[in-house]
């Protein structure tokens, strides 16, 4: 938060509500009085995100958004300011206008950068499937096979369809490709603490394998 003023003011505890375009994500707070200075001064948050269980147009938003977090992307975020808590309790009339016409922007991005959430793969018995129309794409099935994955996020969440691609190797060499369009898969998802979610997802593998002709 940029402050031109050639003096310091403490402000008190700053609420804002964060959003991702319009979709309002829920309410955030200092950790502790502000005390601005003159120039940039660095404001942590803490917040929490709000359910909306039944509001599919949400949700899809609410999956982009951590979609593009995953992916180490930098997300437009907005802090628009709500209310501000003075030490004594004050109510000052100038500061409380300022505060509700405040719009501050939250590049939001993971510190590490794209995270990696799958943490292991498990395929069972796997059968190919040839037909000499198409030799060199037989399909592939398998009896079983599960996906280990971990997330930086607290809360539970359902993975109903998704895409596989692996590369078949052999010397370190990738000697050939199997590849599936989306379909359905089942979800179990456990949440260590807030800050972690561990879980498996089984997905239905029924796909095309393509050797590397190279």
């Known amino acids: 938060m940029p402050s031109r003023s050639s003096f310091g003011i403490q402000i008190g505890v700053l609420s804002v509500g964060l959003y991702y375009g319009d979709l309002f994500l829920g309410p955030a707070q200092t ?3 502000v ?15 709000v359910p909306y269980t039944d509001n599919p147009a949400a949700l899809a938003q609410l999956s982009t958004l951590f979609s593009s977090y995953l992916n180490g992307d930098t997300i437009p975020v907005q802090a628009r300011g ?11 009339d100038w500061l409380s206008k300022g505060i509700s016409a405040l719009t501050l922007n939250v ?11 799958i943490t ?3 395929i069972e018995a796997l059968s190919l499937g040839f037909d000499p129309s198409a030799p060199y794409a037989p399909t592939a099935n398998s009896s079983a096979i599960a996906a280990g ?37 089942n979800t179990t998802i456990t949440s260590r603490n807030a800050g972690y979610t561990v879980g498996e997802c089984v997905p239905s593998l029924d796909s095309l394998v393509t050797p590397n002709r190279d």
């Open 31 to 33: 950790s502790s009085p």
């Open 35 to 49: 005390n601005l200075t003159t120039g940039a001064n660095y404001i942590h948050l803490v917040g929490r995100l």
């Open 82 to 92: 709500l209310s501000i808590a003075l030490p004594g309790g004050q109510n000052i």
């Open 107 to 117: 590049p939001l991005r993971s510190p590490t950068g794209k995270i990696a959430p």
């Open 120 to 122: 292991a793969i498990t």
């Open 149 to 185: 994955f971990g997330l930086p996020f607290g809360f539970s969440l359902d993975i109903v369809s998704l895409k596989n691609s692996f590369g078949i190797v052999d010397n370190r060499t990738i000697v050939a490709s199997l590849e599936s369009p989306y379909g359905s898969s």
